[in-house]
């Protein structure tokens, strides 16, 4: 079920990686676990590492990197919130790959949101760390969405208001990564990955989604603000315990903002 491009990129990592005493094994995660992989899916490597040796190896991961194929750009996941990731781009031209490697410390496989395949490891060390936790993938937290949400479509109508329609559209994008469809995906049953793959495992979300998607015009614009409500108050009712505490004054300000601003327009 593996493409023979990164079929033959593990194969050689693999080799090399073995080589390094530091090194206590390599496990593969993301499309690789659901057999789903393409042509154009990226690889996502863990790469775990003896505790004693963690600190240097990380120092030297563009070395390692470099082992691993042609290596035409790599640079650290800091702007994803992952410092310990290099995000690859080997060659050769024009079979680009796009391979994630993970540089994790063999205590540290414990914490993870998902549980990657071991493809190799030194007696029965990755495995073993993998059995002292238990993959846990962040869900949405509504209350944390509800008691920001309504600010948020405030400043995209101020901003469509003011004619800064490239604004409006970046914050849209926003709350479709950030809410509309984590909460799409969890209330499909899906793992909750921003936008990812959403027109597969929400399609009756991602149909209603469409509409938030603007042209640059006001009156594109509006109507996706709108229809991020619209979407976002169907999934609140569908995912939100009693527990969750609403805020009918800033929602009703908030919409009644958005009408006043298309009104003007």
């Known amino acids: 079920m593996i493409p023979e491009r990164h079929a033959s990129?593990?194969?050689?990592?693999?080799?090399?990686?073995?080589q390094d005493p530091r090194i206590a094994g390599v496990a593969a995660g993301g499309s690789y676990l659901t057999q789903s992989m393409d042509e154009f899916s990226d690889l996502d490597v863990v790469i775990a590492v003896e505790p004693d040796g963690y600190d240097a190896l990380l120092r030297e991961r563009r070395k390692t990197a470099d082992r691993l194929g042609p290596l035409l750009a790599a640079f650290t996941g800091e702007h994803v919130g992952e410092p310990r990731l290099l995000i690859c781009l080997y060659g050769p031209l024009p079979g680009l790959l796009h391979v994630d490697l993970k540089f994790v410390s063999l205590?540290?496989?414990a914490v993870r949101v998902e549980d990657p395949a071991v493809l190799w490891e030194r007696d029965g060390r990755v495995s073993a760390a993998l059995r002292a936790g238990e993959a846990r993938y962040p869900a949405p937290d509504i209350q944390w969405i509800e008691d920001r949400f309504w600010t948020w479509v405030h400043y995209a109508a101020a901003k469509i208001g003011r004619g800064e329609l490239f604004?409006?559209?970046e914050l849209l994008g926003f709350l479709r990564r950030r809410v509309l469809g984590p909460l799409a995906l969890t209330a499909s049953g899906a793992q909750p990955t921003g936008v990812r793959k959403v027109e597969a495992s929400a399609p009756e979300f991602a149909h209603a989604m469409r509409a938030t998607v603007a042209s640059y015009s006001t009156?594109?614009?509006v109507a996706a603000l709108r229809a991020a409500v619209e979407l976002y108050c169907k999934l609140r009712a569908r995912l939100a315990r009693a527990t969750v505490r609403l805020n009918p004054e800033a929602e009703a300000g908030a919409?009644?903002?958005l009408a006043d601003i298309a009104a003007r327009k």
């Open 9 to 18: 990129f593990l194969r050689n990592a693999l080799e090399q990686l073995k």
């Open 107 to 109: 205590p540290d496989l």
């Open 167 to 169: 604004e409006a559209i």
């Open 219 to 221: 009156g594109s614009c």
């Open 255 to 257: 919409v009644a903002y």
